[in-house]
């Protein structure tokens, strides 16, 4: 009887009806049968022919040639050395880059001191702590209303992650305004050219 007859008998007789995916797919997979000198599917193998080649596979494991098996073995061991250096390359890689931004952004950091007034002393930003709500936005609104816009622009930006974002790295930059729970606002000095 086929191997795949016998697996259909006895996916009948289990209480779902069907055995495990992989016993359907033996179709897919071959063995070497040296009888007929080629791949044989394993769902079209005889029971019988099933069993005979599975009793001849383990004495042939007893036989193995210990030297040829070490032989792949070396050279996973190789490709698995090789990987571990390219990953330490990559990492090595990364860092550098991570420094490098690091760099950038205190470059960024001097330069931006040195656009703003020196004899500034705290932060930046003209008002802190602004609500994200209806009287936040009328208050940035008033703001932009009566601004000199000859003199000043005006900028808002987002303060305070939400709760839920924490860990998330939605604020690496500062907060989003979608993402925040308040407003800074910004009020800078135009510059002539």
Not at 102 to 120: G, P, V
């Given at each position: ?5 016998v697996?259909q ?42 069993v005979?080649a ?12 210990r ?11 190789k490709t698995?050395?090789d ?8 990492t ?14 205190n470059?960024?950091?001097s330069l ?14 003209t008002?802190?702590?602004v609500?994200k709500?209806?009287?936040?936005r ?10 000199n816009k000859?003199s ?17 790295g ?22 002539g050219?």
């Amino acid at each position: 009887m086929k191997i795949h007859r016998v697996v259909q008998m006895l996916g009948a007789t289990t209480s779902t009806g069907k055995l495990a995916d992989d016993m359907y797919d033996l179709g897919h997979k071959d063995y070497y049968s040296e009888a007929q000198g080629t791949y044989v599917p394993i769902s079209h193998m005889d029971f019988q022919h099933m069993v005979r080649a599975f009793v001849k596979l383990t004495e042939q494991e007893e036989v193995l040639d210990r030297s040829k098996h070490m032989g792949r073995t070396k050279d996973l061991v190789k490709t698995i050395e090789d990987q571990e250096n390219k990953i330490l390359e990559l990492t090595t890689q990364v860092e550098n880059l991570q420094e490098r931004c690091n760099t950038k952004d205190n470059i960024m950091e001097s330069l931006r001191d040195k656009l703003y007034d020196s004899s500034l002393q705290g932060y930046y930003y003209t008002f802190t702590e602004v609500p994200k709500n209806e009287e936040g936005r009328e208050f940035i609104k008033n703001c932009k209303k009566y601004l000199n816009k000859e003199s000043y622009n005006i900028r808002v930006r987002g303060q305070h992650l939400k709760k839920e974002l924490y860990g998330k790295g939605r604020a690496y930059h500062g907060a989003n305004m979608e993402d925040s729970t308040h407003m800074r606002v910004y009020i800078d000095t135009k510059r002539g050219d």
